[in-house]
Nanobody, 116 residues
């Protein structure tokens, strides 16, 4: 199983980035996909998730600014990040999990840096 995250970078506050995570080795359409982020000294936290049935959920801190979507034909999940804030600076990871009690697969992380 491979989850390849990309799209991170340096952006000014108020700007936008789109993260992508391409999956292989899993039945992508059957997996819930999620984006998490982590900063030094803090626990990894959920940013957004999308189920196989395309139900979405978001952390309160990103609601209205971030949008998660998936393309099952490309085995890819996206995170559109708008109105970025310096506090969004983190390493972003994608996760694939078939259901709550199944094994979770993680991507390698992509760094997002938002300058003020």
């Amino acid at each position: 199983v491979q989850l390849q995250a990309s799209g991170g970078g340096l952006v000014q506050a108020g700007g936008s980035l789109r993260l992508s995570c391409a999956a292989s080795g899993i039945v992508f359409s059957s997996h819930e996909m999620g984006w998490y982020r982590q900063t030094p000294g803090k626990l990894r936290e959920l940013v957004a998730a999308i189920t196989s049935g395309v139900v979405t959920k978001y952390a309160d801190s990103v609601k209205g600014r971030f949008t998660i979507s998936r393309d099952n034909t490309k085995n890819t999940v996206y995170l559109q990040m708008d109105s970025l804030k310096p506090e969004d600076t983190a390493v972003y990871y994608c996760k694939a999990q078939r259901h709550l009690f199944s094994r979770a697969y993680w991507g390698q992380g992509t760094l997002v840096t938002v300058s003020s």
